[in-house]
């Protein structure tokens, strides 16, 4: 009975251990994804029409990602004197290997929320290119979307 008890109490104490030591490098070495990102080029493609947009001329979005969750920002940079332009949304999101899923929960577009977008991610130094398709259900929205970033330095 002895030898069962210190079995189950060792069993633990070792499992403890491992968790907090992957807890630890976690904080030494965070997954490459987080840090707050730049978009400088969107580009879409959808029912063979393609359009590129320059996200560092007339509007400035942003993503912000945590090692759960995530948050974009997109305003105007005329400050709404032509056309006022503000989207936001977030959500969680999973990272595997390159796949990287977003579960929408806010968004200032109301028919997003609750759709999950996969993209593959690659990043190289301060850049990430996520791109994946884009559909929502209930709308004709079906679209490739490559999104390219730019790491914002702290």
């Known amino acids: 009975m002895r030898v069962r008890i210190l079995f189950v109490f060792l069993s633990s104490l070792l499992i403890s251990c491992g968790t907090e030591k992957a807890k630890q490098e976690e904080k030494v070495n965070p997954k490459p994804i987080v840090g707050t990102w730049q978009l400088i080029r969107g580009t879409l493609i ?34 709404g004197k032509d056309s006022a332009v503000f989207v936001a949304g977030g959500g969680t999101y999973t990272l595997k290997d390159n796949t990287y899923t977003e ?24 850049t990430l290119v996520q791109r994946g ?7 004709d929205i079906n679209r490739e979307n490559i999104e390219k970033y730019i790491k914002v330095k702290p």
Do not use: M, P
């Not at 063979?48 to 305003?75: P, R």
């Not at 806010?106 to 990043?123: L, Q």
């Not at 398709?133 to 709308?139: D, N, Q, Y």
């Open 46 to 79: 959808e029912k063979g029409d393609t359009t590129v947009t320059d996200y560092t001329k007339n509007t400035s979005f942003i993503k912000v990602i945590n090692d759960s969750h995530f948050a974009f920002l997109q305003h105007d940079l005329n400050k």
């Open 133 to 139: 398709i884009e559909k929502v259900e209930g709308t």
């Open 103 to 126: 579960y929408l929960e806010y968004c200032s577009a109301r028919d997003w929320e609750g759709n999950n977008f996969n993209f593959t991610i690659s990043i190289e130094g301060d």
